[in-house]
């Protein structure tokens, strides 16, 4: 939450059809010290765990370039730009100059766009809350990401999504600092939410946004089957048995097995693993860099459990041609199931008798 004593102290300046807000602030006083415990009302203190001590420097403001990575943004609802730096946290977090103002009339959505796979994004928000949390959705083209907490002040992470600011004092508002990871590179990603509370800032630092090293193309794995049925009376199958046509060459990338379709070190099979697993399940396969710790997008396989062939043999009564038992025909039907279908086989044995 930007505080409503707080946007006394803006001058705003509305510029073009974006609707982009470019605001000045007055020189802040020093925190109270009701503000500097504030960070420990209502069970929420500061996380200084792993406290990020390089700070945000720059913050990215699209479109630009940073070293051989375009970057481009789309957005939509309540975005604007905040010209001046901000603290939250008793001057904790800091978001740079120029950085994205989020939800200050109402719900919100920006994409940024990279030209290369990024990963372990660094990114800052600060002036959150007040009376609710501000609440900041991530999502990758690659699956939702991991937020992993650097430090903050009235922050929670559930799974992809942060609440921020809920009883922290009005200025200068809770937040921290979040480095954004996935198991598999991304090339865009978005952070959406239903704004409110005046609205919150927000910084991609411009550090943390360089290319990946990894070595496993951008295809999937080209398999020579994607369904694998077990041997009777055998309830496994080998997914090792399955090969791919399109492997990279380069060092230290394979072809890996995963329990997932989000592939991970968590469910990767080892190679004794995936020589004999259960068959009714669905596996997925995937190119593992070993050297870099990442992977390429999945190939799911489809496994099922064999079933057994149990012949039933009927006997008839032989066919017959006139009273000289000539080109006497004894038909044998043979009746099994395979994979749960009945099927029936007509054997025919001719039985040729001559009559003296």
């Known amino acids: 939450m930007i505080n409503k004593i707080f946007i006394i102290f803006l001058t705003l300046n509305i510029t073009n059809a974006f609707g982009q807000i470019k605001s000045r602030e007055s020189k802040k006083s020093p925190p109270t010290n009701s503000q500097i415990c504030a960070p420990f009302k209502n069970g929420k203190s500061i996380n200084n765990n792993t406290f990020f001590t390089t700070p945000c420097s720059s913050s990215v403001v699209p479109p630009t370039d940073l070293g051989s990575i375009n970057v481009t943004s789309t ?11 901000y603290s939250s946290c008793s001057s904790g977090y800091t978001t740079p100059e120029n950085s994205i103002w989020l939800g200050l009339f109402g719900p919100f959505s920006y994409t940024f766009n990279f030209s290369e796979p990024v990963n372990n994004l660094v990114i800052v928000i600060t002036a959150t809350g007040g009376e609710i949390d501000e609440i900041f959705n991530f999502t990758t083209n ?3 990401p991991t937020i992993i907490d650097n430090g903050s002040c009235f922050s929670v992470i559930t799974g992809n999504v942060i609440n921020s600011g809920n009883g922290a004092p009005g200025d200068p508002g809770g937040g921290g600092i979040f480095t954004i990871v996935t198991t598999v590179p991304f090339t865009s990603l978005t952070i959406d939410g239903p ?17 990946v090293t990894c070595n496993v193309g951008n295809s999937s794995p080209s398999l020579s089957t994607n369904i694998l049925s077990s041997a009777c009376p055998s309830t496994t199958v080998n997914l090792n048995s399955i090969t791919s046509s399109n492997t990279p060459t380069s ?22 693993q995936a020589s004999n697993v259960i068959a009714g399940a669905t596996y997925y396969a995937a190119f593992f860099d070993s050297i870099n710790s990442c992977y390429s997008s999945v190939t799911p396989v489809t496994t099922n ?9 009927t006997q008839v009564t032989p066919i017959c041609e006139g009273s000289f038992w000539l080109h006497c025909q004894q038909i044998r039907i043979m009746e099994f199931q395979v994979h749960g279908r009945q099927q029936l086989i007509i054997q025919q044995l001719q039985l040729i008798h001559l009559l003296l």
């Open 195 to 211: 704004g409110g509370q005046s609205g919150s800032l927000f910084a991609l630092c411009s550090s943390s946004v360089v290319p």
């Open 305 to 313: 459990i064999g079933v057994a062939i149990t012949p039933l043999f």
């Open 251 to 272: 060092t230290g990338v394979s072809l890996a097995w995963f329990t997932g379709a989000v592939p991970s070190n968590a469910n990767q099979l080892t190679a004794a």
């Open 142 to 144: 690659t699956g939702n």
């Open 75 to 85: 957005f939509s609802g309540s975005v604007n730009t905040f010209t001046d730096a």
